[in-house]
Nanobody, 124 residues
Framework: VQLQASGGGLVQAGGSLRLSCAASGVAFSTYVMGWFRQAPGKEREFVASISRTLGTTYYADSVEGRFTISRENAKNTVYLLMNSLKPEDTAVYYC??????????????????WGQGTLVTVSS
């Protein structure tokens, strides 16, 4: 599966952005989907994940209550709605497709494909 992320940009603290990740190839609905991010000088970290069809979601503590992950299997797309953005949310955001479960994706296990990344910059 090939992934194309979009929607990043510059936003003021407290603002919102919605990221999209469009998948091409086969069988999008057979993949657990997730988002990770990597800030300058830091390791890539888990942000959110969603199961194949039931919509079960997992979030990093740092984004719980502010970010919402969703997916539309008919459109082969996963979204990340980011509200109440903070400067520490500044990072390159990557989408990922994986086997396993939404919970195991949080450990970056069984990732089949990564998107190319989209930059989110939150100004204070």
């Amino acid at each position: 599966v090939q992934l194309q992320a979009s929607g990043g940009g510059l936003v003021q603290a407290g603002g919102s952005l919605r990221l999209s990740c469009a998948a091409s190839g086969v069988a999008f609905s057979t993949y657990v989907m997730g988002w990770f991010r990597q800030a300058p000088g830091k390791e890539r970290e888990f942000v959110a994940s969603i199961s194949r069809t039931l919509g079960t979601t997992y979030y990093a503590d740092s984004v719980e209550g502010r970010f919402t992950i969703s997916r539309e299997n008919a459109k082969n797309t996963v979204y990340l709605l980011m509200n109440s953005l903070k400067p520490e949310d500044t990072a390159v955001y990557y989408c990922a497709a994986a086997g396993g479960t939404a919970q195991t994706l949080s450990t970056a296990a069984r990732i089949a494909s990564w998107g190319q990344g989209t930059l989110v910059t939150v100004s204070s």
